[in-house]
């Protein structure tokens, strides 16, 4: 199980201590980082910006939008990218939900693996430097309408590579099979390895859909590692995160990972957790996020603990756990995780 570097969206502003810290991955030997973008920071500024200091990372996204850009400039941006880091970009992409995609982006949201599929295809045919087509309802090019004077093109760009991995961000079990039928990999939100039956058999069924399962597939997830004597003080450094997706990041019956944390058992912990979140107590909507929901998606208290859980990781389907930290935290994260 190689080890990533989650270096996410921002809040406010650029976080402090972050070139420190790709310093520090890069010399424990981690094998790439990732950034993220909702509707603030985006994935791709970053991600250059932090790969030009350094010199063996891969350079991946977790995830960009889809409704942020066109395909064709989303494989521009990774292409262009690719060339500037020597072959080292993963593209990781997620189709988001309703609240941003329409609230935001201002782009429909239905018909999300519709979308999803198309977009892949026109990646793929982007990066290999085809002439554009697509005579999908989502991404018709060229366009069916205006001047009429659009025609199909070819990127004048010719891609560092055109097998380009491209991963692709899931939760529900249809979105999560489709990755396996279309993408070189899967990127969980949140993963459970201790009840993973429901992503295996989504997987599957991509697979066989595929005509099987491609050798060099990934699964990319971010864990939570907080090492503490007081495992509950560890908890209270995750719950808060929890509590803001279970509760807030989706409305009330369009809530992906609020379905993720229900299918392993804990809708009625949802639904308090969701309920204080929407009528405005953040702080109550935290300390409803139990010790072992906590638990099953991170690993938190003494490095005893953590070590023994470990195997539950390393046994499941990731291959690449993406954690966070100051430098410190990293280098106690790569001894543990070995």
């Known amino acids: 199980m190689k080890l990533g570097l989650a270096l996410g969206y921002w809040g406010s502003g650029p976080p402090p201590g972050v070139e420190e810290k790709v310093a520090a991955a890069e010399d424990l030997g981690f094998d790439s980082l990732w950034t993220a973008e909702a509707y603030g920071s985006d994935a791709f500024t970053p991600l250059a910006w932090?790969?030009?200091?350094?010199?063996?990372?891969?350079?991946?996204?977790?995830v960009v939008q889809m409704s942020a850009r066109t395909p064709t400039a989303t494989a521009m941006a990774a292409m262009t990218l690719d060339h500037l880091s020597g072959g080292r970009v993963t593209l990781g992409i997620g189709a988001s939900g309703p609240q941003v995609v329409e609230g935001w982006y201002g782009q429909p949201y239905p018909k999300p693996l519709a979308r999803t599929r198309e977009y892949?295809?026109?990646?793929?045919?982007?990066?290999?430097?085809?002439?554009?087509?697509?005579?999908?309802?989502?991404?018709p090019i060229p366009h069916p309408g205006g001047t009429g004077l659009g025609k199909p093109l070819r990127s004048t760009l010719h891609p560092y590579r055109t097998d380009?991995?491209?991963?692709?961000?899931?939760?529900?079990?249809?979105?999560?099979?489709?990755?396996?039928?279309?993408?070189?990999?899967?990127?969980?939100?949140?993963?459970?390895?201790?009840?993973?039956a429901h992503y295996r058999e989504s997987l599957e069924t991509g697979f066989a859909a595929r005509g099987g399962r491609p050798e060099n597939f990934e699964v990319v997830c971010m864990v939570q590692i907080v090492v503490d004597d007081d495992t509950e003080?560890?908890?209270?450094?995750?719950?808060?995160?929890?509590?803001?997706?279970?509760?807030?990041?989706?409305?009330?019956?369009?809530?992906?990972?609020?379905e993720v944390f229900a299918r392993m058992g804990y809708e009625d912990e949802c639904a308090r957790i969701q309920e204080l979140y929407l009528a405005g107590d953040k702080g109550a909507a935290a300390k409803a996020v139990p010790t072992s929901m906590v638990?099953?998606?991170?690993?938190?208290?003494?490095?005893?603990?953590?070590?023994?859980?470990?195997p539950v990781f390393r046994d499941s389907l990731v291959t690449?756990?993406?954690?966070?930290?100051?430098?410190?935290?990293?280098?106690?994260?790569r001894d543990l995780v070995g």
Do not use: C
């Open 50 to 62: 932090y790969g030009a200091r350094s010199s063996r990372l891969r350079l991946g996204t977790s």
């Open 120 to 139: 892949v295809r026109i990646l793929r045919d982007t990066i290999a430097r085809e002439k554009v087509v697509s005579d999908g309802p989502h991404y």
């Open 164 to 196: 380009l991995p491209i991963l692709l961000a899931a939760e529900g079990p249809k979105n999560v099979a489709l990755a396996a039928e279309i993408a070189d990999g899967w990127q969980p939100l949140f993963y459970a390895p201790r009840h993973d």
């Open 233 to 258: 003080a560890a908890a209270d450094r995750i719950r808060p995160f929890l509590a803001l997706y279970i509760g807030g990041m989706g409305a009330k019956g369009a809530n992906f990972h609020y």
């Open 295 to 310: 638990e099953q998606v991170a690993l938190v208290g003494p490095e005893a603990k953590i070590a023994e859980e470990l």
């Open 320 to 333: 690449t756990m993406v954690v966070d930290g100051p430098p410190d935290a990293l280098r106690r994260i």
